[in-house]
T-cell receptor, first 112, second 114 residues
Framework: KAGVTQTPRYLIKTRGQQVTLSCSPI?????VSWYQQTPGQGLQFLFE???????NKGNFPGRFSGRQFSNSRSEMNVSTLELGDSALYLC???????????FGQGTRLTVV | AQSVAQPEDQVNVAEGNPLTVKCTYS??????LFWYVQYPNRGLQFLLK??????LVKGSYGFEAEFNKSQTSFHLKKPSALVSDSALYFC????????????FGAGTQVVVTP
C-alpha cells in the first residue's frame, strides 16, 4: 500500500508570491491534516479536512488555506509569502478514528 | 486545552543501554497518545499508540511505551538502544473531540553513541 505522497519535495519562492502544496493520502483515508514544522515553533497544526470539508483549523493567518478533493487528495495554499513561512510542511492522513496519522515526507519551503 | 510536554531537549545514551524518552500530557477526558520518530529531512514515522487497554504498548523497531494515568505520563522505552535510533522523537495527543488534530510535544533529540 502506497504511503502519503507530498509534492513537491522542495520549493524556493520569493516574498510576496504564493505557493500550492499537494498531498495524496493513503488509499482509504479520508482525513487529511497539515502541519508546519520550524525550529523555533516546532510542529504546529494548520488544518484538517475530512470528506472535502475543513473540520479543524489551527491558529494561522488567513493567508494559509487548503482544500480537499473528492478523491481525498488535498492541497494547501499560502498567499503573500513571508520569510517566516519558510518551513517543512507535513501532510498526514488517517482513518476516521483516533488511530494515529501517517505522514508524508514533507515539502521544504524556502522563502527568500 | 490539551497539551504535551517533553521535558528533555536531548537524551544521550550509549549503544546497548536502555533508552527512555519522557512525555507527560494534559487533556480533558480520555487521552489518545502517540509516539513518532523523525530522521533528518524526513517526515514523521509512527512508532506506537495508546488508545485503551494494557498500559504497556509495544510498537515498531523494538520500542514500547508505558501509559500511567495517575502520573499522566507516556514514556517511550527501548531495552537496548542502537546507533540507528539516533533521531528526533515526538510525543503527541489527540483529544476525544478532535480526532483529526494532533498536539505535539517539542521533541526530544536522542543521541546514541557507539
Amino acid at each position: 500500500k502506497a504511503g502519503v505522497t507530498q509534492t513537491p519535495r522542495y520549493l524556493i519562492k520569493t516574498r510576496g508570491q504564493q505557493v500550492t502544496l499537494s498531498c495524496s493520502p493513503i488509499s482509504g483515508h479520508r482525513s487529511v491534516s497539515w502541519y508546519q514544522q520550524t525550529p523555533g515553533q516546532g510542529l504546529q497544526f494548520l488544518f484538517e479536512y475530512f470528506s472535502e470539508t475543513q473540520r479543524n483549523k489551527g491558529n494561522f493567518p488567513g493567508r494559509f488555506s487548503g482544500r480537499q478533493f473528492s478523491n481525498s487528495r488535498s492541497e494547501m495554499n499560502v498567499s503573500t509569502l513571508e520569510l517566516g513561512d519558510s518551513a517543512l510542511y507535513l501532510c498526514a492522513s488517517s482513518l476516521e478514528a483516533p488511530d494515529g496519522a501517517f505522514f508524508g515526507q514533507g515539502t521544504r519551503l524556502t522563502v527568500v | 486545552a490539551q497539551s504535551v510536554a517533553q521535558p528533555e531537549d536531548q537524551v544521550n545514551v550509549a549503544e546497548g543501554n536502555p533508552l527512555t524518552v519522557k512525555c507527560t500530557y494534559s487533556v480533558s477526558g480520555n487521552p489518545y497518545l502517540f509516539w513518532y520518530v523523525q530522521y533528518p529531512n524526513r517526515g514523521l514515522q509512527f512508532l506506537l499508540k495508546y488508545i485503551t487497554g494494557d498500559n504497556l504498548v509495544k510498537g515498531s523497531y523494538g520500542f514500547e511505551a508505558e501509559f500511567n494515568k495517575s502520573q499522566t505520563s507516556f514514556h517511550l522505552k527501548k531495552p537496548s538502544a542502537l546507533v540507528s535510533d539516533s533521531a528526533l522523537y515526538f510525543c503527541a495527543v489527540i483529544a476525544t473531540d478532535s480526532w483529526g488534530k494532533l498536539q505535539f510535544g517539542a521533541g526530544t533529540q536522542v543521541v546514541v553513541t557507539p
